[in-house]
């Protein structure tokens, strides 16, 4: 069984630009997560997706934007990019189960961004 | 708000020398604490999660286990190919989703 894959693997950006990143859970997730990891900040949660809608978001400034199609597919979007959005980026995807208690998540690799 | 905090920050063992990590938390209605392992350049990767206090879970050289307000990672005679950064992680309340707050990690150094 695939895990969960994230495209692209590198990105190099420059300020004031924007950029999508995407993300194919694992078949037969539907829940998609994503989390921003910096050396200072750790790993912080930014959105969550399930069934095409918004279930929670994070602390982040509007700038950081997401959907879900539904295939479960998802995507994220970062305008105009600041210097501090460099970061490793990882989505996540969970089997929803009763309601979604005690559900694991399953991370991919990431994407890794670089603003200039 | 809810918070995880681990120590270590770094842990440098020598190989067969068993230890422990840990996990302190505090949030308003556990529902899951989790731990990963992520290796440089990866994503995370999940090793356990515990429900309740006094669960213990065990793979390989890891042991997981739970009170009310800390969980502790036991490495028993470790190996080089111990060595990663570890992660622990809470879910609370059920109207969160999904949602994950990490501690900082441990990175452990297991040297041969």
């Known amino acids: 069984k695939a895990g969960v894959t994230q495209t692209p693997r590198y990105l190099i950006k420059t300020r004031g630009q924007q950029v999508t990143l995407s993300c194919s859970p694992i078949?037969?997730?539907?829940?998609v997560s994503w989390y921003q990891q910096t050396p200072g900040q750790g790993l912080q949660f930014l959105f969550e997706?399930?069934?095409?809608?918004?279930?929670n978001k994070g602390n982040f400034p509007g700038r950081f934007s997401g959907r879900q199609f539904s295939n479960s597919r998802s995507e994220m979007n970062v305008s105009t990019l600041e210097l501090g959005d460099s970061a490793l980026y990882l989505c996540?995807?969970?089997?929803?189960?009763?309601?979604?208690?005690?559900?694991?998540?399953?991370f991919g690799a990431g994407t890794r961004l670089s603003v200039l | 708000e809810d918070q995880v905090t681990q120590s270590p920050e770094a842990l440098r063992l020598q190989e067969g020398e068993s230890s422990s990590l840990n996990c302190s938390y505090t949030v308003s209605g556990l529902r899951g604490l989790f731990w990963y392992r992520q290796d440089p350049g990866k994503g995370p990767e999940f090793l356990f999660t515990?429900?309740?206090a006094g669960e213990e879970k065990e793979k390989e050289r890891l042991k997981a286990t739970l009170t009310k307000k800390e969980s502790f990672l036991h490495i028993t005679a470790p190996k080089p190919e111990d060595s990663a950064t570890y992660l622990c992680a809470v879910q609370a309340s059920i109207n969160a989703g999904n949602m994950l707050t990490f501690g900082g990690g441990t990175r452990l150094m297991v040297k041969p």
């Open positions: 996540a995807s969970s089997l929803e189960f009763q309601g979604m208690a005690k559900n694991i998540q399953y």
């Open positions: 997706y399930f069934s095409e809608t918004q279930r």
């Open positions: 515990l429900y309740s």
């Open positions: 078949s037969g997730h539907r829940s």
